[in-house]
């Protein structure tokens, strides 16, 4: 049996081998189209999300199923998918700072008055929280990918066509294009446009206040993002979004005034009740959606595959909170 699969981001990437590691062969297809949130994404995994530092009820298990996963791949390959990080989280009110002493010990580092902030560079008048994170470099994973399905002839650059995958279990990851997808468009899907920034930047440090910058040393260069924006979604980079990342950043008073290199966007797959949508259509059973991930997806993915892969072959009931089932009235 051949798998068709539909879509090579990150999710398409990560599916076909988790496919692939039990036996299953798979037919990966890309068609290339403009805005993808993979080609943009800084692969930030973060545990305290949002500005109340929370940490998403299964962060610990999403982070072991990442942990077995790409050093598999990085053993093969010789190159380095996974890194961890010291995140330096900004807070902006004592409450914060609070909440991150209380809530963060499985990944506290260290934490940093207002003084040493300022010999960092930063502006933080209530410190911040050095915190154990990591960063996945999606876009370096999905090239390998394409590497090893090209090498075996499965990979083909061409949008799907359905009279040409007759009898072929097909799962669609084509992310935010899934709204054009006349089998799948009836789920309630809402994506939205992200943008990141390549700045040159002096600052050797990952920093976040919920908007961040991610620095690479050797080019002395950082990714600053991200924004959200839900309509006009093909319209490519947005100059607004570009000055309220910058604004938002206002804590790195060096950052302002540095050369933008680069200003690109994607569109996150989201979802109106922020879960994944994975599982089988309810009319076709040959067709499976596996998407909606959003902005968590470096995070969630892993873990996500292993869920539908064995709901595909052993027929395990999937999670109710990522089933599309929750959206069908029986």
Known sequence: MEVVIVGHGL??????????QKGISVCVLEANKAHAASKVSAGLINPLIGPKLNIPHDFAECMEENLRFFPEFEKVSGQSFLEPIDLLRVFTSFAQLEKWESIS??????????AKCRKLGVDCPYGLGKTSAWILNSEKFITYSRSVHTSKGNYIEKAFEPEEWVNHPVIFCEGF???QNRWFQFLPFAPAQGEVLTVQSPLRHHLSNGT????????????LGSSWKYDELDGGPDEKAKREIIQKLSFIPNIHGKKILEHNCGVRS?????QPIIGRHPDNPNYYIFNGFGSR?????VKSAREFVRFFIDDLPLPESKNLMRFIKG
């Open 11 to 20: 999710a398409g990437a990560i599916l076909s081998h988790t496919l692939i």
């Open 212 to 223: 961040w910058h991610l620095c690479d040393p050797k080019s002395a260069t950082a990714k």
């Open 297 to 301: 997806g470096c995070t969630t993915l």
């Open 270 to 274: 989201g979802t109106r009740d922020r």
């Open 105 to 114: 010990s499985p990944y506290q580092v260290d934490l940093l008055d207002e």
């Open 177 to 179: 294009r899934v709204t």
